[in-house]
């Protein structure tokens, strides 16, 4: 009788160790208790870029919502350090992704704006940015 326990606790630990790798993979953050989307994150993205390089971004442009209405396609996310995040986050909960912001110059800019945000589910852990002067015609 003490083996049928033992059988029903090791799929108790199993059952919960699945639920705890899913929702790692879903965008659930143990630190603040609620879950993050991909649109969540890039949406952190776009407002450091529009506070932190106001100087780049055109005037006309003030919101995540205008930022993404001028810029449709302008980012898109993949999960940071390939194999070896996917380990971190199924196991540890400690994956982050990597969110491309990039938009070309317009009328009002004269810059190529790239930058690339490392951001988990507490904020951005780091930025780099690359940010090329056009020609003007």
Known sequence: MTWVKGISIGKLLIGALVI????N?????????NFNTRGMLIDIAIRDTILEDR???????????????????CCETHLANGALGLIAMLFFGAGSTDVYVWFEATKESKYSYNAVYNIDC????????DVETLNSK
Do not use: D, H, W
Not at 56 to 62: D, E, Q
């Open 25 to 33: 993979t879903i965008g659930f953050c143990y630190s603040k208790f």
């Open 122 to 129: 507490r904020g951005i852990n780091s930025k780099r940015r």
């Open 55 to 73: 100087q780049l971004v055109p005037n006309t442009i003030n919101t995540v919502e205008e930022f993404r209405a001028a810029y449709p396609n």
């Open 20 to 23: 705890f790798m899913t929702l």
